[in-house]
């Protein structure tokens, strides 16, 4: 069993359409979790992160993690075309062994 | 320029060949990453650096070394190069200790005929 899962996709939706995409991880040292959006041909850039659990929001983007269900989302609302990537979930544990696990990346199209 | 700069962009090798994929950074970060990226696999780790003089095997070492020539030089050998190292590869760097977040390159694709 691979320490964090998520859906390959792909995941189509209608412009404005609020999307979900998930990661579940089986490490509860997991303390950090993070978000990357990958754009084609290029590397992975940092859209959010939340430590611990919680609710944690910016612009159209919402961070999500449920410790007790070892279960995080990112909820986009309003989609935009230029929204149309692929998502990876990533997170870290620190103290003791330093870890830092990426998903496999979920890839999102939005359809004008 | 970009924060994080990658050489080649793309690059064509033949088998047993030795290729070096350099990185360069102008973030001021002290840890350094190499990843590769598969379909279906993900991003893993080949090698980290927390700074000059530390050096560190990720998950996926065998068949590849690293050398960190300055703060700002993080390069990946592949002494010679098989097939089933076709992948694109990743650098990243990150802060310590308060930033989580890596900022990555833009990749090089690597092709072993």
């Known amino acids: 069993q691979k320490e964090v899962e998520q859906d390959p996709g792909p995941l189509s939706v209608p412009e404005g359409a609020i999307v979900s995409l998930n990661c579940t991880y089986s490490n509860s040292a997991f303390q950090y979790f993070m978000w990357y959006r990958q754009y084609s041909r290029k590397g992975p850039e940092l859209l959010m992160y939340t430590y611990s659990s919680g609710n944690k929001e910016d612009g159209r983007f919402t961070a999500q993690v449920d410790k007790s269900s070892k279960y995080i989302s990112l909820f986009i609302r309003d989609s935009q075309p230029s929204d149309s990537a692929t998502y990876l979930c990533a997170m870290m544990s620190r103290g003791g062994t330093y870890k830092y696990i990426f998903g496999t990346g979920t890839r999102l199209k939005v359809l004008a | 320029d970009a924060d994080v700069t990658q050489t080649p962009r793309n690059r064509i090798t033949k088998t047993g060949k030795r290729i070096m994929l350099e990185c360069s950074q102008t973030?001021?970060?002290?840890?350094m990453y190499w990843y590769r990226q598969d379909p279906g696999l993900g991003l893993r780790l080949i090698y980290y650096?927390?700074?000059?003089?530390?050096?560190n095997k990720g998950e996926i070492s065998d068949g590849y070394s690293v050398s960190r020539q300055a703060q700002a030089k993080f390069s990946l050998s592949l002494e010679s190069a098989i097939p089933n190292q076709t992948a694109l590869y990743f650098c990243?760097?990150?802060?310590?200790?308060?930033?989580?977040?890596?900022?990555f390159g833009s990749g090089t694709r690597l092709t072993v005929v």
């Open positions: 990243a760097t990150s802060d310590n200790p308060g930033d989580y977040g890596y900022t």
């Open positions: 973030k001021g970060h002290d840890r």
């Open positions: 650096s927390f700074d000059v003089k530390d050096i």
